[in-house]
């Protein structure tokens, strides 16, 4: 019954990565391809080549913006074409588990740093911060707020910081 619902759908049973079972791995283009045929297939890969590219270009605009700020040294065109090379050759490994050992460091050093801005927020935290959102507001407007508020902290941290009451 399954192997058959698999063929509608154009799909054949791939080995995982343990070679005691079998199972299905669907892709985006094989689901559009079974819910609207061609037309859905050619629509999810435009969309997931649209979202990869979206992501890409967006992290890019963001590093290299952020370089010549942080070095004082060139300009966001500058950092482009050093970078560009170097994200070229990555993309054309053909397995990320080779990373893994520094995505660790990368996890540990996020970690790190949501602890001490914790700290420092809980030790600076007694006094409110003005914020001059628009950039036009008198030095005596109402606008601004805690720099850390322990009611709302988990929020900040996301859904897993968010213990039920």
Known sequence: MEERNLQQMG??????????????????PDVGRAAWGTFGSVL????????????????????????PELTHWGDQTLWVMLILPLITVLSWMRHISYFALTSSFGVIAL????????VDATMHGNHN???????????????????????????????????PR
């Not at 799909?11 to 985006?28: E, F, G, I, R």
């Not at 997931?48 to 967006?58: E, T, Y």
């Not at 970690?111 to 914790?118: D, M, N, R, S």
């Open 44 to 67: 999810a890969w435009f969309g997931v080549i649209a979202m990869s590219l979206g992501v890409c270009g967006s992290y890019m605009v963001f590093i290299c913006s952020t370089l």
């Open 11 to 28: 799909l054949s049973k791939k080995k995982s990565n343990s070679d005691t079972h079998s199972v299905a791995l669907p892709t985006y």
């Open 111 to 118: 970690v790190a740093a949501v602890i001490i801005c914790t």
């Open 129 to 163: 911060v003005s914020i001059d959102w628009a950039g036009n507001q008198p030095a005596d407007s109402n606008t601004s707020m805690p720099l850390l508020k322990v009611a709302t902290y988990p929020l900040f941290l996301g859904n897993a910081g968010c213990v």
